[in-house]
């Protein structure tokens, strides 16, 4: 199985700052990279597919980027409904597999 | 608007066998993939299979192949996910979702609230 990587594992961060999640995957898997938000005890959220496309209805604050191994996700304003767990997901071979999740909290 | 139901929290001796539901609305039920996602107390998300009821094609993850059956039933637009004998080990949220990809491996673009499972003597 393809192995996603994330960083940091978790961070804290200000409203209103920029915020930066790296994803790596353990061999390339082209832009086949999804991006999801899981508030707490809720179920998780597609955000950003194919690496860089927003989903209908998401915040244009979001956004995606990479190809092959590197993937950036980024939150351009830190909003404070924006607490959470963002998880990567690969989907370029069988089976798709999730990154391990980074931790989103307001300082 | 689209619409994943679950069914309802369960709690299982091992052993045991369950069946947990998941109805959708608000979509073309027989032409959209409806996968499944365990999530085990303070874990990560993990894919387990998905099917597409139109033909009922069913793709597994190796890791859950032989330990769980996925099914759908287009007449009353709910698919299923099954165990024959629980194990502790079992124990999660398991959310359905839906994918509107031409491929199975495609995004889970709707989801729905989980039902949690409890296996314990």
């Known amino acids: 199985d393809i192995q996603m990587t994330q960083s940091p594992s978790s961070l804290s961060a200000s409203v209103g700052d920029r915020v930066t999640i790296t994803c790596q995957a353990s061999q390339g898997v082209s832009d086949y990279v999804n991006w999801y938000q899981q508030k707490p005890g809720k179920a998780p959220k597609l955000l950003i597919y194919d690496a860089s496309n927003l989903h209908t209805g998401v915040p244009s604050r979001f956004s995606g980027s990479g190809s092959g191994t590197d993937f950036i996700f980024t939150i351009s304003s830190l909003q404070p409904e924006d607490i959470g767990t963002y998880y990567c997901?690969?989907?370029?071979?069988?089976?798709?597999?999730f990154g391990p999740g980074t931790k989103v909290e307001i300082k | 608007e689209v619409q994943l139901v679950q069914s309802g929290a369960e709690v299982k001796k091992p052993g045991e066998s369950l069946k947990i539901s998941c109805q959708g609305s608000g979509y073309s039920f027989h032409s959209s993939w409806i996968g499944w996602v365990r999530q085990r107390p303070g874990e990560g998300l993990e894919w387990m299979g998905i099917i597409y009821p139109g033909d009922s094609d069913t793709r597994y993850n190796p890791s859950f192949q032989g330990q769980v059956t996925i099914s759908a039933d287009v007449s009353t637009k709910t698919a299923y996910l099954e165990w024959s004998s629980l194990k502790a080990s079992d124990s999660a949220i398991y959310y359905c979702a839906r994918s509107d990809g031409l491929v199975p491996e495609a995004a889970f673009e709707d989801w729905g609230h989980g039902s949690l499972l409890t296996v314990s003597s």
């Open positions: 997901q690969q989907y370029d071979d069988m089976p798709p597999t």
